[in-house]
């Protein structure tokens, strides 16, 4: 009997077709509206990941391009520095190679600069200018990592340059530069330990990093002395014995 009760009521519950095409509609609208809502999303998410990778790699790789030297300028008379220039000709990073260098860019406060006006205020240092004044050889080298750069430097150091005493410049190639800092010497000072390895093959690459470059040329020169000096002494020996021979 209660359960014809339930039976007659739910039969009684029942929807016009406006109420039912309320119904569809409304469950249309809110099912859409919802998959809307999520597909937007997803695209909004994904347009913004890409545009922070996108801004990222931008980021990224101009960092890498300012940060990577392109040329070093090594700068020798003891104290021994270079200078990491990139492409864009600015001073990224400075070091020294020996105790006096270290000392030495502790004063300077180039980084940054455009390397001409590096260049120009390592220069005019009390430090450089003191050991100039000393009768020191200043040595400037250009690492030539890129040609066209490094040619427009070398050409603006012997500009800078010209005309002072005890100050040369010249070239040299980026696989001298890594001989030079697996040694752990400056390009200057490792072009000076070759020439002098030449002649005095116990020298060592320590003892040519803590010297001067004025010492190194005058060691040079005295070998070169010796050598003229004993060929000299065996010419007038076989000039003697010729001599007694021939009387």
Known sequence: MMDNKIKDAFLEIYADEQQKEKTKNFIRENIYKKMYEKQHTFRRKYVYSFAVCFILCIMFGGYHL?????????????????????????????????????????????????YNKAIDEIMMSETIKNCLSNNEILSVAVVKTDDDQGESILQYVKNCTQGQQNIHCYGVTSEEMYCAHSLGLSCGKYKAYLELQTLNPEITPEEIGQMTMREIKDMIDEHHSEDVHSENGHSEKGHKKAKGRHE
């Open 66 to 114: 300012y940060f990577t030297p392109t040329t070093v300028i090594s700068i020798d008379v003891n104290p021994s520095v270079e200078l990491d220039i990139n492409r864009y000709n600015k001073v990224i990073g400075i070091n020294g190679y020996n105790e006096d260098g270290m000392e030495f860019i502790k004063t300077l406060d180039v980084m940054y600069m455009n």
